[in-house]
């Protein structure tokens, strides 16, 4: 016959298990608080010695007995202690007195590009400016339309914002973007017709908006393939291909009928 409270009941295990597990959380939280102020510990133990070694390595580097040593020496020696004190302070800063100052030599070039005559064929003398242009001062606030792209928008938002100047593209390395008669351009089929710019400079015009052409030069891999002799060539007259320009050709800006092309 089973007597009453000889077998555990399930709240009774409910009960222990919970005391259990308050008992692992509060060594968990004890270990943890142990390891904490050992760390601390070991921190402020490093930290004191390394301020105690910063202490020894300054005092060795400039010995107390130095300086009042020299001041004593100075009271003595009258004169020549100012000298001594001047040597004595001059060594401290790390600065040289006037006496070792010495005038830097001025270092001597030479020409990195010897003259040649073949350069002198190939580049010729750089065209001089027959007419000066005054310099005038225009405050700029531009955006990048690149092809005239989205032009009516873009003159609403500048009617709303301080934007006063649209950039174009003019001259891409792929080809001339507006509707250009440029002769060259036209045999090269470089002609792109995206836009019409008399069209376009007109109506920015109208709306108080300068405009700026953007115009790639030279990175004309096309007018250097069909064309190579307006190319940039070495000294036996073959074209130069550049590596980190995709391998690619450029216009010599040095010969009169590819400047005419951009």
């Known amino acids: 016959m089973k007597q009453p409270g000889m077998?555990?009941?399930?709240?009774?295990?409910?009960?222990?298990q919970s005391r259990m597990k308050k008992r692992k959380i509060i060594l968990v939280l004890r270990l943890l608080i142990l390891v904490m102020v050992f760390l601390i510990l070991g921190l402020t133990i490093f930290l004191v010695g390394r301020a105690i070694s910063s202490s020894a390595t300054l005092d060795t580097k400039?010995?107390?007995g130095s300086v009042l040593a020299s001041t004593t020496s100075s009271a003595s020696n009258g004169s020549a202690a100012s000298t001594d004190a001047s040597a004595l302070a001059s060594d401290l800063s790390g600065t040289p007195t006037?006496?070792?100052?010495?005038?830097?030599?001025?270092?001597?070039?030479?020409?990195?590009l010897q003259q040649a005559a073949v350069v002198d064929s190939f580049f010729g003398p750089l065209p001089v400016a027959e007419s000066v242009v005054?310099?005038?001062h225009n405050e700029i606030h531009a955006i990048y339309l690149g092809a005239a792209?989205?032009?009516?928008?873009?003159?609403?938002?500048?009617?709303?914002s301080e934007i006063n100047a649209f950039v174009i593209?003019?001259?891409?390395?792929?080809?001339?973007?507006?509707?250009?008669?440029?002769?060259?351009?036209?045999?090269?089929?470089?002609?792109?017709?995206?836009?019409?710019?008399?069209?376009?400079?007109?109506?920015?015009?109208?709306?108080?908006?300068?405009?700026?052409g953007r115009i790639v030069c030279f990175?004309?891999?096309?007018?250097?393939?069909?064309?190579?002799?307006?190319?940039?060539?070495?000294?036996?007259?073959?074209?130069?291909?550049?590596?980190?320009?995709?391998?690619?050709?450029?216009?010599?800006?040095?010969n009169k009928i590819g400047r005419a092309h951009v």
């Open 7 to 16: 077998y555990p009941t399930q709240q009774s295990l409910q009960n222990r």
């Open 149 to 160: 792209a989205n032009l009516d928008s873009s003159i609403a938002l500048a009617k709303t």
């Open 98 to 112: 006037a006496a070792a100052l010495t005038p830097t030599t001025v270092p001597s070039s030479t020409e990195k």
């Open 169 to 212: 593209d003019l001259k891409e390395s792929n080809g001339i973007i507006f509707n250009s008669t440029n002769a060259l351009a036209t045999e090269l089929g470089a002609v792109k017709s995206y836009y019409n710019l008399s069209d376009v400079i007109k109506k920015c015009h109208d709306n108080g908006i300068k405009v700026i």
């Open 62 to 64: 400039i010995p107390a």
């Open 134 to 136: 005054p310099v005038t």
């Open 219 to 254: 990175k004309d891999p096309e007018l250097a393939k069909q064309k190579p002799e307006y190319s940039i060539q070495d000294a036996n007259g073959n074209s130069l291909y550049f590596k980190n320009e995709g391998s690619n050709a450029f216009a010599n800006p040095y």
